[in-house]
């Protein structure tokens, strides 16, 4: 089992561009969550997805979207991009969206950089 | 509101001490609680949790943490802290029915001295 899987790894975009950022879950799962982590804090978060639809948000701007598709996997796209959005971003999954019964397991993320 | 408070920044312990990082949290429904690990460059790894019942609970590598409601903490603890323990910590916390969703303290990171 692959775990959660993030690409890329690393990305190195410039201040007013747009990125895309994916996630595949671990196998069985069908939650997924993105998070923010600046350096030096807490991940924070953006937003959860499930049955392809968006299920709860944090407290990020329109120009964090996302998509999740039939086969689970997601997608992070952020649009107008700020050097304050340098940041790794992380994909968690879990299975369901009711109860506490599974335990969420995190990619290792992807580090954007914004020149 | 949702917050997750860990006072201790930067923690500094010899090898083989004892370890106790704190974690209050405020959380306006029944909280479920995490303890979370970060490597350097690595994701989250899940040390222990708590839903409910005993009020201390054992996790992964010789964790340990306790809840304790009248306090709003949900501290944790190692007896003996090994050299590979070095990393961040993060205290989490989150609810039923809201999936992986979940509210992070600012972290603390651990040294550890040979």
């Known amino acids: 089992d692959a775990g959660v899987t993030q690409s890329p790894t690393h990305l190195i975009k410039t201040r007013g561009q747009q990125v895309t950022l994916r996630c595949s879950p671990k196998?069985?799962?069908?939650?997924v969550s993105w998070y923010q982590q600046a350096l030096g804090q807490g991940p924070q978060f953006i937003f959860q997805?499930?049955?392809?639809?968006?299920?709860q948000r944090g407290n990020f701007p329109d120009r964090f979207s996302g998509h999740q598709f039939p086969n689970y996997s997601s997608e992070l796209n952020v649009n107008a991009l700020l050097l304050g959005d340098s940041a790794l971003y992380l994909c968690?999954?879990?299975?369901?969206?009711?109860?506490?019964?599974?335990?969420?397991?995190f990619g290792q993320g992807t580090r954007l950089t914004v020149v | 509101a949702q917050s997750v408070t860990q006072p201790d920044i930067h923690i500094t312990v010899s090898e083989g001490a004892s370890l106790e990082l704190r974690c209050n949290y405020s959380?306006?429904?029944?909280?479920?609680l995490f303890w979370y690990v970060q490597s350097p460059g690595q994701g989250l790894q899940l040390l222990l949790k708590?839903?409910?019942?005993?009020?201390l609970v054992q996790g992964i590598k010789g964790f340990e943490a306790e809840f304790k409601r009248s306090q709003s903490s949900f501290n944790l603890r190692k007896p003996s802290v090994h050299w590979s323990d070095a990393a961040e910590y993060f205290c989490?916390?989150?609810?039923?029915?809201?999936?992986?969703?979940?509210?992070f303290g600012t972290g603390t990171s651990l040294t550890v001295i040979p």
């Open positions: 196998s069985g799962h069908d939650t």
């Open positions: 997805y499930y049955e392809e639809e968006e299920r």
């Open positions: 959380y306006g429904a029944t909280p479920y």
């Open positions: 708590y839903f409910s019942g005993d009020t």
């Open positions: 968690a999954s879990s299975h369901g969206l009711y109860g506490m019964n599974t335990e969420a397991f």
């Open positions: 989490a916390v989150g609810a039923m029915n809201t999936g992986n969703q979940f509210y």
